[in-house]
């Protein structure tokens, strides 16, 4: 039997129609395009049916409250199809990636995101290429997790960054393997897939409206700046900092701050500004003042993944010194562990 997938549209470059003021989305053309693609009618695809949102978003105006709306028709739908394409706009595609495996508790079917860089309407649009790929992960393989399939590439979600504003290959999964090969096949890599936990169904944890930001270092950064960030309402911040998680640790104004939000009770995370490798709060003077300031290691964790995690254990009311002991630890593939230092 065929599987049964289901697109939910939310938005994005892919499904854009030519305007006289440039290329804008409209309620129906994405299914338009896609019946008359032979590609889209092969045997070999899966039975697809189309969810469009209304209205359809440029990813730059995603927020919480959409991951929500999607993590919903999940739970809704889900009994009724063997796995989820999500088309999202790519600006914001790694940030949803990374919430919806904290929203999705329990997930037992892939869910793929994908898009395209050029509206599937022209002739060298890579989202052909990019959906007929998404389609037959769901169709060929089984994999358990949020995946983000862009480029011929197979990323687990809260793994994925944007990397390339323009080029094809736009994300990258740069702390860890990609979940399968697509090539003139399509194989999955069991060894860095997830293994489907036995559960009661699919939980979805809605997410508040937590206080959260980041905040990425530069040579100079003041201590005013850096209080002006740190004020209340914030809950948690996502510190942006140097190599192996270094900040200015001669800036004695700068760590009193940093210890005066920690006594507060804001939650302060600290991810590396660099593509790849890992925090190591012990490996530096420079790294673990900001430790002695209460300032937890984010591991090797995308600012992405640190965020929406963030997010998510706010969310479940927990008090800022459990959430400093989870942010560390690995939930759904976010991090390696053994890198995780205090």
Not at 161 to 185: C, E, R
Not at 252 to 266: D, I, S, T, W
Not at 326 to 334: A, F, H, K, S
């Amino acid at each position: 039997m065929k599987k049964k997938v289901c697109i939910l549209y939310t938005g994005g470059t892919i499904g854009m129609k030519p305007t006289p003021q440039g290329y804008a989305p409209e309620a129906g053309y994405l299914g338009l395009v896609m019946a008359s693609m032979p590609d889209f009618s092969s045997p070999e695809m899966p039975e697809y049916v189309i969810r469009e949102y209304s209205p359809l978003l440029d990813s730059s105006n995603m927020g919480p409250r959409h991951w929500l709306a999607i993590a919903r028709d999940i739970a809704d739908l889900y009994r009724d199809f063997d796995g989820f394409v999500i088309i999202h706009g790519t600006d914001t595609m790694a940030y949803t990636a990374s919430a919806l495996p904290f929203m999705l508790e329990g997930l037992a079917k892939p869910v793929v995101l994908t898009g395209s860089q050029i509206p599937l309407c022209r002739v060298r649009s890579d989202g052909r290429e990019n959906l007929v790929t998404a389609l037959m992960v769901v169709a060929q393989t089984h994999i358990p997790e949020v995946c983000l399939c862009f480029g011929n590439r197979l990323l687990r979600g809260c793994r994925a960054t944007k990397v390339d504003a323009a080029g094809f290959q736009a994300f990258d999964s740069p702390n860890y393997p990609d979940l399968g090969h697509i090539g003139v096949t399509i194989r999955p890599h069991p060894e860095h897939i997830l293994p489907a936990r036995p559960v009661n169904g699919l939980t979805v944890h809605p997410l508040s409206d937590a206080r959260v930001g980041a905040l990425r270092l530069f040579p100079g950064i003041s201590a005013d700046l850096v209080a002006n960030v740190l004020r209340s309402p914030l809950q948690g911040l996502v510190l942006e900092t140097y190599g192996m998680g270094n900040g200015p640790s001669d800036d004695a104004g700068l760590m009193a701050v940093l210890a005066e939000a920690y006594e507060r009770g804001v939650v302060i995370v600290n991810c590396t500004q660099c593509l790849r490798g890992t925090v190591d709060q012990g490996g530096y003077a420079a790294g673990s003042a900001l430790a002695r300031a209460g300032v937890v290691s984010g591991a090797d964790m995308t600012a992405e993944a640190a965020l929406t995690k963030m997010i998510y254990l706010f969310s479940l009311g927990l008090p800022p010194r459990d959430i400093r002991a989870q942010m560390p630890r690995n939930l759904r593939g976010e991090l390696t562990e053994s890198h995780a230092r205090s």
